[in-house]
């Protein structure tokens, strides 16, 4: 079975914002209607289908990138900080789907790999790697690069 790379599902977004903006609008008229409320972020719906639809990780897909155990540590650092249903990521997933979605998750995400393994990446890095469209490989790669500099990933 080959796993596709996450990716935006127009329909299921669409789908999504139409049932959630009505069921809030009913309730926000009945209960407060000074509340502000923002839709979910454009592409979470998507990922989060993708990743209830994927059965595992396959580890010979990550094979190369560093430590098993340490890409494990970082897949799951990231469905942690990020509120994933899980860790199911793979090598090509978009690593800007994969770190975006949720107010300040994704400064949480990188501080926490930064504290884990010891690595830095400025403001400029983040924007680096989300403007390039990196892959959730490269930046796995990326994480392991700094990490070999300073210690072991």
């Known amino acids: 079975m080959v796993t596709q790379p996450l990716h935006i599902d127009e329909a299921l977004e669409n789908a999504a914002k139409a049932g959630a903006a009505k069921r809030l609008g009913r309730w926000l008229q009945k209960y407060s209607p000074l509340l502000i409320y923002r839709d979910p972020p454009y592409g979470l719906t998507s990922v989060e289908h993708q990743l209830r639809q994927r059965q595992a990780t ?72 989300t403007e390039e469209a990196w892959t959730l490989g490269q930046f796995v790669q990326d994480v392991a690069h700094r990490a070999t500099r300073g210690r072991r990933f």
């Open 58 to 129: 396959c580890a010979a897909a990550w094979a190369g990138l560093g430590s098993l155990a340490d890409i494990q540590c970082v897949l799951e650092i990231i469905q942690r900080e990020m509120s994933w249903p899980n860790s199911y990521f793979i090598p090509d997933d978009p690593a800007t789907l994969v770190l975006s979605g949720r107010d300040f998750d994704s400064i949480i995400t990188i501080m926490s790999i930064e504290e884990r393994f010891g690595v830095s990446y400025s403001g400029s890095d983040v924007e680096r790697i």
